[in-house]
């Protein structure tokens, strides 16, 4: 086939035609990209406003973690009205999953006076997060904890979906802590530097000092872990720092696996007439409980580790922070 | 009968392409759990249907045949995306709740069907009246089957929560199988009886002239 019978042929036409075609088609999509593009902030605008509800203008504030139970992704103040979108991470959920959420935080007078919508964005490992109803987030707003901190065991919970639940009870909680910091009016947490605290909640953890007897009751309340949520476990540490009474007030085994903790822990003997170093003694090979890991070879491995791993986290808190609640109490008499 | 009402009638109703050709499963059994995006996906279509056509009709002199297939496909996939961009920019709720399926629509034998069956043979205003027909009972046997999937299925309409009664399964891909079914079995049981109608009138109305013939 010669040059010229080519550009005379068929081929060559159809060649030209669908070039032409797929011209036309790239200078018109082109030219329709740059009219209808949505820009980053377009997007940013209309996820805000979705979620908001309405129109309004956001100050981007510097996100930091006052709540070792939640992650602060994003955080904006809303111009328009001084509440807070908080966009927060709330760990504990099924499987050591963790839930994502946007909270607006309200604010009125300088303080926070009240959660507004609390929306899902994302979650990891939450194979019940279908089963969160809206009216348990609806909750949030209509039916608010006292100091705005919420958890499952007030009944701030979706049946079926209880450690999804309990991470997005974190997350709110965990926004809420961010914009109280943001406000300058996050309570100072006292047991902070404290030792074994990576499994206390130490916001809902209290203790009572006696002057006389030298004994300090802790109330504590666990954070959740895997299977197990929330424990109130109210300990007795006498002087020596020796656990004379060890008594769970709210068990967090959910489903069956309460009735396969270990019987010792249930009723706290385990427990009682230890100090720190026996508690540590019940580990194996010098485990220093940074993780559940730290149980194995011991008699706390049952059908639910989890339950007891919190459960000698609490034990272990107690009596290793006795002499510093001592100190404190001391310390603050001395002031008095 | 008049070309276009003829046209019309055969998109809509007597060649409707979802319940007569069965053409465009894809999407009917992905969207009509929900009403809104039953009825944004039929109207999307209906917008690249007509479009398609239009342009085909008017290319079908200037495409060679040997390579019309490949570039019905270029003018399709370039009007599908088009349509995303403008959905959203415009309307961008309709966007996420089409999802994926919002692309398939490339694919759709729907239109690439009315552009070789019909718009490569005839002209512009006859290929726009096709596409708006077939556009318009995609819509409508989407939007039908969207409202019974999403009313037994969810309790609701367009989102709005009507009862509390529901059967969870219509929810699903599965159940609208099912409702797609019935609604095929209905929608020819009726059409046989109209054509059958039909018959029997003309029938009557032959035997009646045939009849004053020979009196």
């Given amino acids: 086939m010669s040059v010229k019978e080519f550009f005379k042929g068929n081929v060559f036409k159809c060649l030209i035609a669908l070039l032409c075609v797929l011209l036309v088609s790239g200078i018109f999509l082109t030219v329709m990209n ?87 964005d994302s979650n990891k490992s ?25 958890t499952t065991a007030d009944g701030y919970l979706t049946s079926g979906a209880s450690m999804s639940s309990n991470a997005i009870c974190n997350a709110v909680n965990g926004a809420v802590d961010f914009v109280n910091a943001q406000l300058g009016n996050l309570a100072e947490d006292i047991y902070a530097d404290f030792m074994y605290v990576s499994n206390i909640n130490t916001k809902l953890t209290s203790h009572e000092y006696n002057a006389e007897t030298k004994e300090v009751v802790f109330h504590i309340a666990t954070n959740s872990f895997g299977n197990a949520v929330q424990f109130s476990i109210d300990v007795t540490v006498g002087e020596n720092g ?93 002031n008095e | 009968m008049n070309k276009y009402k003829k046209i019309t009638l055969d998109g809509l109703i007597f060649q409707n392409p979802t319940f007569m050709l069965v053409l465009g499963t894809c999407p009917t059994l992905g969207l009509i759990s929900s009403a809104f995006s039953a009825m944004g996906m039929g109207l999307t279509v209906l917008v690249v ?23 019905y496909i270029v003018i399709i996939a370039t009007l599908v995306t088009f349509m995303r961009m403008f959905l959203e920019k415009f309307l961008p709720d309709l966007y996420d709740s089409l999802g994926g399926f919002l692309a398939l629509i490339v694919v759709n034998c729907i239109i ?32 039908v089957m969207g409202i019974i999937c999403e009313f037994l299925g969810k309790g609701s309409l367009f989102g709005a929560q009507i009862m509390n009664f529901q059967i969870g399964m219509l929810a699903t891909p599965a159940g609208a199988f099912l409702v797609y079914g019935i609604c095929i079995a209905v929608f020819v049981y009726i059409i046989d009886n109209f054509e059958r109608a039909r018959r029997v009138k003309a029938n009557k109305l032959a035997r009646e002239n045939l009849l004053k013939e020979e009196a």
């Fill in chain 1, 34 to 120: 740059s009219l209808l593009y949505v820009t980053d902030e377009e997007r940013f605008e209309r996820a805000i406003n979705k979620i908001y509800g309405k129109s309004v203008k956001t100050e981007s504030v510097q996100v930091a973690d006052y709540n070792s139970n939640a992650t602060i992704n994003e955080a904006y103040k809303i111009k328009d009205d001084g509440n807070y979108l908080v966009k927060s991470t709330g760990k504990g959920g099924f499987e050591n999953g963790t839930v994502t959420c946007w909270v607006v935080v309200k604010v009125k007078g300088g303080k926070v006076s009240g959660v507004g919508k609390v929306v899902i």
């Fill in chain 1, 126 to 150: 939450q194979s019940y997060i279908s089963k969160i109803s809206q009216s348990f987030l609806n909750s949030f707003e209509s039916n608010p904890a006292a100091d705005f901190y919420f």
């Fill in chain 1, 242 to 334: 020796i656990i004379s009474d060890y008594t769970i007030t709210k068990n967090g085994s959910t489903g069956s696996y309460a009735s396969q903790m270990l019987p010792s822990v249930l009723d706290g003997t385990l427990f009682e007439g230890k100090d720190i170093d026996g508690i540590m003694a019940i580990l194996k090979d010098g485990a220093d409980l940074g993780s559940i890991g730290s149980l194995n070879g011991s008699e706390l491995i049952t059908g639910a580790t989890q339950s007891n791993y919190l459960c000698i986290s609490a034990a272990a808190f107690a009596a290793a922070n006795y002499q510093a609640v001592t100190e404190l109490e001391q310390g603050g008499e001395e």
């Fill in chain 2, 49 to 71: 249907l007509t479009l398609s056509n239009i342009i085909i009709s008017a290319l079908r002199k200037v495409i060679p045949s040997s390579v019309r297939i490949p570039c």
């Fill in chain 2, 112 to 143: 690439l069907g009315r552009a070789e069956a019909f718009a490569s043979k005839n002209g512009v205003a006859e290929s726009a009246v096709d596409g708006i027909s077939n556009g318009l009972g995609f819509t409508a046997a989407l939007t």
